[in-house]
């Protein structure tokens, strides 16, 4: 197959065009004249963890409350391994970014008093299905900003520790592209489909995470270098059985608690912490107490078909359950279960090691979303945030642009045209994607082990990714679709080493479920209140503890 070469030069170079991407792109636009490109390998209308829309704000600092409160809601739900000075940096900018949202044409619901209606402390409700395509609307309004859509950035371009652009392929248009830019920000979600999920097979894709969010931007920090920060602290959803819906909505907004087939309420048993609601669930089930449920039954009709629209609003597939089933929630209780693990900064902690205005270890490379470390709970705005805070970072910095290496391009060509054109391989990537996921959910905590692991299984874990890695080596695609699945799949590999090796690291149990250690069941507050970073070299993931950052400290990478 015919590849076209296309260079293209860019001020700031955007790589996804989701939520975070999305509002850096409008924050520079708004205040300079800078030229930006955002990469998208879908279509940026409908693209990333916003794509069907959001019922809620999940994070808003209501009256009465401070940006201080939310960062010590997040540090004690993940158990102290969060970075304080990331937290603050982004709750004080919650507000800000949700007014901005509401100035772009988001409808969030209003009382008599014209005060925006809360869902709990830190929540606010809103008429979300279209919230994508209003941030796509305002980026494709701003003069200075150009979309790729459907390209799929494959690596960075970097040399001598200095971001100098990346690569990637047109889907659509068989094109092998070279973008030169001194500032790129990585917005690329987080990671799915590492693990084996509910639904395997055919529909291994219905699952709580976007699917195409396979880990891209972590695995190109990973090959060149960068550090990453607290993969271990693995995101497990509890969510309504079989549609994969989300429970928030019942617990907050229908007050409904967590109880086992006994009818007893067991999250007070466990605590309410997000880990602690999935490992209460897991335990109840395997002590015979199974099924879980959210018990919803009697609520009022008028709370049920609150509950219907809303779910149509993000998961239509459990009003449809209802309506099918012919039985609403105020007469049957909601049968929850938790979900494979993913790695996701939005959440958890996981990402790129960045300081206050989100720089990685990689000069000129920004990280902002859910690809970005030590700070989760940030939901929708706090991607918001995080994507104005690095927009701000690239406009003071003033990177100096450097041309690539001639010699590095033609690396990166020659690996697109060996997939195009080598022989056919003896394996499929679907293949080798369900075997990664068999290995991941036997050796390194998944479903089948109830989330558990210890150090031998990490061990083969290893092995076997390693072997997968290498055998990727030979795929082939017969057009430029194939190539993507094939770097999906790559990427994907390149996370589920480094999650292993942080697995490992932390030698204790700090999250029931996300992180059960059997060989360490225990937490060790001596030892392990830190950080585990890594950075890649040669290959080898080499470890990093690090201090915590807390009370008014600050981290920043010339400490």
């Given at each position: 197959?015919?590849?076209?070469?296309?260079?293209i030069?860019?001020?700031?170079?955007i790589i996804?065009g989701?939520?975070?991407g999305?509002?850096a792109a409008?924050?520079?636009?708004e205040?300079?004249?800078?030229k930006?490109?955002i990469?998208?390998?879908?279509?940026?209308?409908?693209s990333g963890?916003?794509?069907?829309?959001?019922?809620?704000?999940?994070?808003?600092?209501t009256?009465?409350?401070?940006?201080?409160?939310?960062?010590?809601?997040?540090?004690?739900?993940?158990?102290?391994?969060?970075?304080?000075?990331?937290?603050?940096?982004?709750s004080?900018?919650?507000?800000?970014?949700?007014e901005k949202?509401?100035?772009l044409?988001?409808?969030i619901?209003?009382d008599?008093?014209?005060?925006?209606?809360?869902?709990?402390?830190?929540?606010?409700k809103?008429?979300?299905?279209?919230?994508?395509?209003?941030?796509?609307?305002?980026?494709?309004?701003?003069?200075?900003?150009?979309?790729?859509?459907?390209?799929?950035?494959?690596d960075f371009?970097?040399?001598?520790?200095?971001?100098?652009?990346a690569?990637?392929?047109g889907?659509?248009n068989?094109?092998?592209y070279?973008i030169?830019?001194?500032?790129?920000?990585?917005a690329?979600?987080?990671?799915?489909?590492l693990?084996?999920?509910n639904h395997?097979?055919?529909?291994?894709?219905?699952?709580?995470?976007?699917?195409?969010?396979?880990?891209?931007g972590?695995?190109m920090?990973?090959?060149h270098?960068?550090?990453?920060?607290?993969?271990?602290?693995?995101?497990i959803?509890?969510?309504?059985?079989d549609?994969?819906?989300?429970?928030?909505?019942?617990a907050?907004?229908a007050?409904?608690?967590?109880?086992?087939?006994?009818?007893?309420?067991?999250e007070?048993?466990?605590?309410?912490?997000?880990?602690?609601?999935?490992?209460g669930?897991?335990?109840e089930?395997?002590e015979?107490?199974?099924?879980c449920?959210?018990?919803?039954?009697?609520?009022?009709?008028?709370?049920?078909?609150?509950l219907k629209?809303a779910?149509?609003?993000m998961?239509?597939?459990?009003?449809?359950k209802?309506?099918?089933s012919?039985?609403?929630?105020?007469?049957?209780?909601?049968e929850?279960?938790?979900?494979?693990p993913?790695?996701?900064?939005?959440?958890?902690?996981?990402?790129?090691?960045?300081?206050?205005?989100?720089?990685t270890?990689?000069?000129?490379?920004?990280?902002?979303?859910d690809v970005a470390?030590g700070?989760?709970?940030?939901y929708?705005t706090g991607?918001?945030?995080e994507?104005?805070i690095?927009a701000?970072?690239v406009?003071?910095?003033?990177?100096?642009?450097?041309?690539?290496?001639?010699n590095?391009?033609?690396?990166h060509k020659?690996?697109?045209?060996?997939?195009?054109?080598?022989?056919?391989?003896?394996?499929?990537t679907?293949?080798?994607?369900?075997?990664?996921?068999t290995?991941?959910?036997?050796?390194a905590?998944?479903?089948?082990?109830?989330?558990?692991?210890?150090?031998?299984?990490?061990g083969?874990?290893?092995?076997?990714?390693?072997?997968?890695?290498?055998?990727?080596?030979?795929l082939?695609?017969?057009?430029?679709?194939e190539?993507?699945?094939?770097y999906?799949l790559?990427?994907?590999?390149?996370?589920c080493?480094?999650?292993?090796?942080?697995?490992r690291?932390?030698k204790?149990t700090?999250?029931?479920s996300?992180?059960?250690n059997?060989d360490?069941p225990e937490r060790?507050?001596?030892?392990?209140?830190?950080?585990?970073n890594?950075?890649?070299?040669?290959?080898?993931?080499?470890i990093?503890l690090?201090?915590?950052?807390?009370?008014?400290?600050?981290?920043?990478?010339?400490?």
């Amino acid at each position: 197959m015919l590849v076209k070469v296309e260079r293209i030069k860019t001020d700031v170079l955007i790589i996804g065009g989701g939520t975070a991407g999305c509002y850096a792109a409008i924050t520079i636009s708004e205040n300079s004249d800078k030229k930006v490109l955002i990469c998208e390998k879908a279509h940026i209308k409908r693209s990333g963890c916003l794509a069907a829309g959001v019922n809620a704000l999940n994070a808003y600092i209501t009256e009465g409350h401070t940006p201080r409160d939310y960062v010590n809601y997040a540090k004690k739900d993940a158990n102290g391994i969060v970075r304080e000075d990331l937290l603050l940096t982004m709750s004080e900018r919650l507000n800000k970014v949700t007014e901005k949202l509401e100035q772009l044409g988001l409808v969030i619901l209003k009382d008599e008093n014209g005060k925006y209606v809360s869902r709990g402390w830190r929540n606010l409700k809103i008429n979300g299905e279209n919230i994508k395509p209003i941030l796509s609307g305002a980026v494709n309004r701003a003069d200075n900003v150009t979309v790729l859509n459907r390209v799929n950035i494959t690596d960075f371009a970097v040399k001598d520790n200095k971001i100098q652009g990346a690569y990637g392929i047109g889907i659509e248009n068989n094109t092998f592209y070279i973008i030169e830019a001194p500032s790129v920000i990585i917005a690329t979600g987080g990671a799915s489909g590492l693990y084996k999920p509910n639904h395997p097979g055919f529909s291994r894709h219905k699952m709580w995470y976007p699917p195409f969010n396979t880990g891209a931007g972590y695995a190109m920090g990973i090959r060149h270098g960068a550090e990453m920060t607290t993969f271990e602290m693995r995101f497990i959803a509890l969510r309504c059985k079989d549609t994969i819906a989300p429970t928030g909505t019942l617990a907050q907004g229908a007050g409904a608690k967590q109880v086992n087939s006994l009818d007893e309420i067991y999250e007070t048993k466990y605590g309410i912490t997000t880990s602690e609601r999935v490992y209460g669930t897991v335990n109840e089930n395997i002590e015979g107490r199974g099924p879980c449920y959210l018990r919803t039954v009697g609520i009022t009709k008028e709370q049920e078909e609150d509950l219907k629209k809303a779910y149509l609003n993000m998961a239509p597939s459990q009003t449809l359950k209802w309506i099918e089933s012919g039985k609403g929630p105020s007469e049957e209780n909601v049968e929850i279960e938790g979900t494979e693990p993913y790695i996701v900064g939005g959440h958890t902690a996981s990402g790129y090691w960045v300081d206050t205005e989100r720089r990685t270890t990689i000069y000129g490379l920004y990280a902002a979303g859910d690809v970005a470390g030590g700070c989760p709970q940030k939901y929708v705005t706090g991607a918001l945030a995080e994507g104005e805070i690095a927009a701000i970072a690239v406009l003071k910095d003033e990177n100096t642009s450097s041309p690539i290496d001639e010699n590095d391009i033609e690396e990166h060509k020659k690996e697109v045209e060996r997939f195009l054109n080598e022989k056919q391989s003896p394996f499929t990537t679907e293949q080798l994607e369900e075997a990664m996921q068999t290995i991941m959910d036997e050796y390194a905590g998944g479903i089948k082990t109830n989330y558990r692991y210890n150090e031998k299984q990490l061990g083969i874990a290893e092995e076997k990714i390693k072997q997968i890695e290498k055998l990727s080596d030979g795929l082939t695609a017969d057009d430029f679709q194939e190539l993507m699945y094939i770097y999906e799949l790559r990427e994907r590999l390149t996370v589920c080493k480094s999650v292993i090796a942080h697995l490992r690291a932390r030698k204790e149990t700090r999250w029931h479920s996300f992180a059960e250690n059997l060989d360490y069941p225990e937490r060790d507050t001596k030892n392990f209140n830190k950080y585990v970073n890594s950075v890649t070299v040669n290959g080898d993931t080499k470890i990093i503890l690090r201090d915590l950052v807390e009370g008014g400290g600050k981290y920043e990478h010339n400490d």
